[in-house]
């Protein structure tokens, strides 16, 4: 794939033997087409240097050279712009077409086009979003990372169309732009609380909610900003996720598998995730070219967020490749694996009892399952987290390898139990009673006296 450069972008006047004024288009060819637009920009001819396409500068004085300067920076934003989209498109694998391109270019360059909200003439809220989505498939809308749209992230938005045309149904609300406000947001959330729903999957739908509103919004449909409100919120609870100790992620490295070779590709390719952090979306797709340094780095670009990690391989991940001869073992499909480890787990013994807590249908529920059942391929990432956390591996170093930006988050995200964690903290000065000006000094702590 080639990366588009400067000089794949050329500027060129629009009636170079104009007597007066003339535009400054921007062209880009590819394959057998040509990408033409014009950048609003106007000059003489005679003040165009061709060679360079740029606005010649020689003039003598400040005064008379600012006019060009101010056109040649308006020309490398311009530049700047088209080759941020061309490349992000490339990546995305969209291909080149001029409609493509000219909707992100205006995006990018901030030059959409405010449309005039006309109520009758409205797209209704839902077909909107049916639109959105048909057009991310398409690769007409990239993500605010230029990346396309995951295909459970549009398939949430179709949901969230279904579930609003139900709630229309049942309650004889309306669903378009101007009938959402506070007092709605809290009718349809206790109507979707009353259907037995988790809390969790309540605030996906109001999450998603929030977006298609503020991108109807930005399309110019409407000018309803009640989504911006501060309790017009996604609603969140943290949920009861286990992770496999190392003694455990052992037990199953260990676990003689020979007369089962599904089960047997499934554990490698899961320890693999365990031991590295890896999301399954890049652990199910390693190749051998991910594998540096003379076989100690794994290092990938990861398809969620398009950071590149490196990570550091233990001898259980080499000892897994090396099996495979340098080839990561075949991957299936994410459902079937899941499917598949609870069956591992089990012939593993990890089958202690876990508690289970979840807000549901408005209740607080707690059910005991055990812990094999509780076993999916995020899960190897998760233990990879809290396990290198019990090491006391440095919080920043595994934040950056599981992609995690916020330190807070990251400690929501690790599984350690208020036993563990004061069984580490054990070791701190500030507890042991020791700290390093007392060690120094060798000053013994004395018992308390008693009070009479």
Known sequence: ????????????????????????????????????????????????????????????????????????????????????????????????????????????????????????????FTEYIERFVKEAEAGKRLNSKSMRYARYTLAGYMKLKRILERYQAETRNGIDYNDFSLDYYHAFKLWLTGRGLTLNYVGTLLKDLKVMLKQAHADGLHSNNVYQHRDFKKLVEDVDNVYLTDDELTRLYNLDLSANARLDRVRDLFLIGCYTGLRFSDFSELRPENITHNGRILTRKTLKTSERVSIPLNPKVLSIINKYEGIPPRTITNQKMNDYLKELCRRAGLTDSVEVSRTKGGRKETRYIEKCEMVTTHTARRSFATNAYLAKVPTVAIMKITGHRSEAVFLRYIKISSEQNALMMLDHPHFSGLSSESVAAAVPVLPLQKVA
Not at 33 to 55: C, H, M, V
Not at 83 to 97: D, G, R, S
């Open 1 to 124: 794939m080639k990366t588009i450069s400067d000089k794949d972008i050329k500027f060129l006047l629009k009636d170079a033997r104009a007597d007066r004024s003339t535009l400054i288009n921007l062209v880009f060819r590819y394959d057998n087409a040509r990408f033409k637009t014009s950048t609003g920009l106007t000059i003489e001819p005679y003040q165009w240097d061709i060679t360079n396409q740029r606005a010649y500068t020689n003039q003598k004085s400040r005064a008379a050279r600012e006019p060009f300067e101010t056109i040649n920076a308006h020309l490398d934003r311009w530049r700047s712009a088209t080759k941020k989209v061309l490349n992000a498109l490339q990546l995305a694998q969209i291909p080149f077409e001029n409609e493509t391109i000219k909707q992100h270019l205006d995006t990018e360059l901030g030059r959409t086009k405010k449309v005039k909200v006309v109520e009758e003439k409205t797209e209704p």
